[in-house]
Every structure is written in structure tokens, then in C-alpha cells.
């Protein structure tokens, strides 16, 4: 069988061309691929066949071949143009090597338009998708089969979990660093289920950068060919107001129940002593006038917490100083009987609800009625930090007991059976949250110091320290 027949034999396209790109021979894949029949190309130029947008391409691949002194081969890809003024997709591969059979380049031809066109779908694809995930702010998220590795992540991770995705590329076991240490065994648990074929479907805290404040929900779903885990994809969708507000509820109606279960008790039992008495009554209506009007200020804050958590939960300039030395007067005048002392900068402004006024009061009001001394004494500052502004409340009263103390300690403890009797320190608690602050309690046998943090205000955060007020 001579070379002319096997050539005609071979699936791709077959020439030689001589310097000029001058066509010499073609096999006859260029009938079956382009619908030339082979005299028609033979003597013309092979490179007039060539798209223009990849002609230049092509010519200088060509030339800098043919030109090399030593051994050289190159492969280019470009489109051809066929008997119908249509194109198909080339990857031809070329060398400078010549023989006295063949006199000429061999340029050797694979028709690739599928491979090309599915490249074309899957890029267009990609770049929808990439569209579409940088403008959610739900988190779309891909890992290998063992979550070795990170396959795909939007921009919304850096916002929803707090760390860099460059942090996540280098390293995907870096995605548990952004989960809550009490969250992350159950979240490791879920990643196991997910390799060996599960899905799952769970509710965490992420973002250390704002204490793992941030409650999200995952899905995920395990990808599988030929029965083995290849790929994990999913998403994760912020759910803190969801979270919050399902919390916030189930505090309110635990406390309600409780305070008006308590309190009624107190004005029926007395009631009914007061049908079978025949004594002084004044001792037992005296009860009944506590227990009305415990209910009546039940009433009040669970209004102005309400208030607080059906209005907008975005954070305003606030002059902390101004609002501090506002509820110190007025606890003055409610308390005449009180020592509040206060040490306060010429202002401090922070981003904080505008309402945050009602902290600062029940603060003050908790210290001074809790106290068991005759003259109560309470030590109030503002002080100024770098990026944040503190608020300290100090008293000589008696440790906040555990079961009140818990709602600024650790508030996510709070269940059905184990929770606070009152609502004032859950308004500060939710005043301070909202306000993307943080809380915390130091109770000793001496009093009790809580230090709350607001953000701080970039408009003094570069300003030199102010001058402090005592009153």
C-alpha cells in the first residue's frame, strides 16, 4: 500500500505545503471535513482558507517553524473555511521536518469545532453563573469529593463568613475557622455525611469578625459518578434576623407567661384572703398594688422593646456622651437618695440605635434599685478606644444572679425552662446586638461592672484623645 493510500485513510486532515504555504497535496479528509474535492485546492494558497481573525496567527506560527534551524514543531488552532463559506475548528499540527517523497511541510489537521463549541458553552455558562454569583448574597460554594480542596466560591462568602476567600483557595480546611467552636463538631459531622454520599441541611454561626454573631443555613448535596463522590456543592444563606427574631419571640412569651403567671397568682391569692379576713387588709392590698404594679412596668418595657425590635435595625451616629450624661440626670432626680458619679469625654460618637438611651437607663435603674445599701453609689464612664467606644457601669450591689446574669453572658442558653424573670437586661442585651456591640459582666461580692463596646464613629477615629468631664 503506497502513502497516497494511507493517507487517504487517516480521520484528519492531511497537506504539504511548500514555503509559500502553497498547497501541494491533500488527502481526502478535506472532501469528508470541508467539501473541497482535492484538486480544487491543489495550487492554491493554504492560508486564504483561513479565518481571518486568525490569520496572522497562524502565518507567523507557520513561518517561525519553517525558518527554525533545528528541529521544530508547533500546534495552532484556528477556523477554516469550507466548500460552503462555513468553518471548522483546527488544531494542526506543523513541523519543519521534510522528506524527497514528500517535498514539502506536512501539516497535519484534526477537526476539533466540537470540543470548541462545548469550550464556547461552557465558558458562556461560567460567566453567567459568575454574573449571577456576584451580585447574590447567598453564598454558592464547591468543593472536591473530600473537601481537600475548594473548587468554587462567590464574593458573599467574605461578607456572610468574615474571611478572606484567598485564605479558603489556599487552604479549604480554613472554611472551619470561620464556624463557631461550639458549631463546628456538628459541622465537621455533616462534612462526613456529604463524602460519604448524604445530604445535609443545617443552621450554624459563622464571622468571627463580629463575635459569630451571624446564624447562617446550609445546603449541600453531594455530586456522584459512577457511584463515588466527585464533587460537594451548596449554598449558605444569612439567617440572623430569621434566628434573632425567632429567639426574640420565644423570649418575650417565656417571660410574659412567667411574670403574668407570678404576678396573678400574687392578686388572686390575695383576693381571696381578703374575702376571708376580717382583719386590717392593708398589708394584703399592698401586695396586690406590687404585683399591678410590677405588671404595669412588665408592660412598659415590653413595649419599648417591641418598639426597639419591630423598627429598623440600622445603626446611627450617636453621641454617646450626650445620651450618658442625659439618663445620669435623669436617674438623679428619679434617685435623689443615689451617688452616681460620671466620667465623661466632651463626646463620643459611635454607630449605635438611636434608642440606645433606653440601655444606658435600665443600666443605671438596675444598679441603683438592686443595690442593698442605704445610700446606693454608681460609677459611670465613657471611654475612648481606637475602633470602638466603652461604656462602663459599675455599682456596689449585690452579683447579678446567674440566671439574669446569663442574658449578657451567654443569652443563647436561654430555653424554655431555663430563662431570666425580667425584661430589662434582654432591652440591653438587644439594643447592644443591634448595635453590633459586645457585652460582657464582671459580678464580685463587692458589685457588679458591665463594659459595653459600640463601633466607633470614623469620623474621630483618627482624632486625638478629648478632654474628660466629671460630675
Known amino acids: 500500500m503506497d502513502l497516497d493510500v494511507l493517507l487517504d485513510y487517516t480521520q484528519d486532515k492531511i497537506m504539504v505545503v511548500d514555503d509559500e504555504a502553497t498547497i501541494l497535496y491533500a488527502n481526502d479528509a478535506v472532501t469528508r471535513i470541508l467539501g473541497w474535492e482535492t484538486n480544487e485546492l491543489l495550487g492554491t494558497n493554504a492560508l486564504t482558507y483561513i479565518h481571518p481573525a486568525d490569520l496572522d496567527t497562524v502565518r507567523d506560527v507557520f513561518r517561525r517553524t519553517i525558518a527554525s534551524e533545528s528541529f521544530s514543531e508547533a500546534t495552532v488552532e484556528y477556523r477554516y473555511r469550507t466548500a460552503d463559506d462555513s468553518w471548522v475548528w ?31 458553552q461552557h465558558e458562556e455558562l461560567t460567566a453567567r453563573l459568575q454574573e449571577i454569583s456576584s451580585v447574590t448574597d447567598e453564598v ?63 443552621e450554624y454561626r459563622v464571622n468571627p469578625r463580629k463575635n459569630y454573631n451571624v446564624w447562617v443555613w446550609a445546603q449541600a448535596q453531594p455530586i456522584l459518578e459512577d457511584g463515588e463522590v466527585v464533587r460537594i456543592s451548596g449554598f449558605t444563606r444569612e439567617i440572623t434576623d430569621r434566628h434573632r427574631r425567632d429567639r426574640q419571640l420565644s423570649v418575650m412569651d417565656n417571660l410574659l407567661r412567667h411574670n403574668l403567671r407570678n404576678a396573678l397568682n400574687v392578686i388572686l391569692g390575695n383576693a381571696d384572703l381578703i374575702d376571708e379576713t376580717t382583719c386590717d387588709t392593708t398589708q394584703l392590698t399592698d401586695k396586690i398594688r406590687t404585683a399591678g404594679e410590677q405588671l404595669l412596668e412588665s408592660a412598659e418595657k415590653e413595649r419599648e422593646v417591641v ?40 463626646s463620643a460618637t459611635v454607630y449605635a440605635l438611636s434608642n440606645v438611651r433606653l440601655a444606658v437607663a435600665e443600666l443605671l435603674e438596675n444598679a441603683i434599685v438592686h443595690s442593698d445599701r442605704d445610700r446606693p453609689s454608681v460609677s459611670v464612664s465613657v471611654r475612648l478606644r481606637r475602633d470602638a467606644v466603652e461604656l462602663r457601669v459599675e455599682d456596689d450591689a449585690p452579683p447579678i444572679p446567674d440566671i439574669e446574669a446569663h442574658v449578657l453572658r451567654d443569652p443563647h442558653a436561654m430555653t424554655n425552662v431555663f430563662h431570666s424573670t425580667g425584661l430589662g437586661l434582654w432591652l440591653v442585651y438587644w439594643v447592644v446586638e443591634l448595635s453590633d456591640g459586645d457585652i460582657s459582666l464582671d459580678s464580685t461580692a463587692d458589685g457588679n461592672l458591665i463594659r459595653i463596646r459600640f463601633p466607633r464613629a470614623r469620623v474621630l477615629a483618627d482624632a486625638e484623645p478629648v478632654s474628660m468631664r466629671r460630675s
Open 90 to 120: 483546527f488544531e494542526s499540527r506543523m513541523s519543519n521536518a521534510t522528506s524527497e517523497q514528500l517535498d514539502g511541510y506536512v501539516v497535519s489537521s484534526r477537526d476539533v469545532s466540537d470540543r470548541v463549541e462545548a469550550e464556547r
Open 307 to 346: 418598639d426597639i425590635l419591630n423598627h429598623k435595625t440600622t445603626t446611627d451616629l450617636v453621641d454617646l456622651t450626650a445620651v450618658t450624661s442625659d439618663e445620669v440626670e435623669r436617674a438623679r432626680r428619679r434617685f435623689p437618695d443615689a451617688d452616681i458619679d460620671s466620667s465623661l469625654p466632651d
Open 140 to 202: 454558592l460554594w464547591m468543593f472536591d469529593g473530600e473537601f481537600s480542596e475548594l473548587l468554587f466560591v462567590n464574593p458573599a462568602y467574605e461578607t456572610v463568613y468574615g474571611r478572606p476567600v484567598a485564605e479558603l483557595e489556599a487552604d479549604a480546611s480554613a472554611f472551619l475557622e470561620a464556624i463557631h467552636p461550639d458549631d463546628a463538631p456538628a459541622v465537621r459531622c455533616a462534612m462526613d455525611r456529604l463524602v460519604g454520599g448524604e445530604s445535609t441541611d443545617m
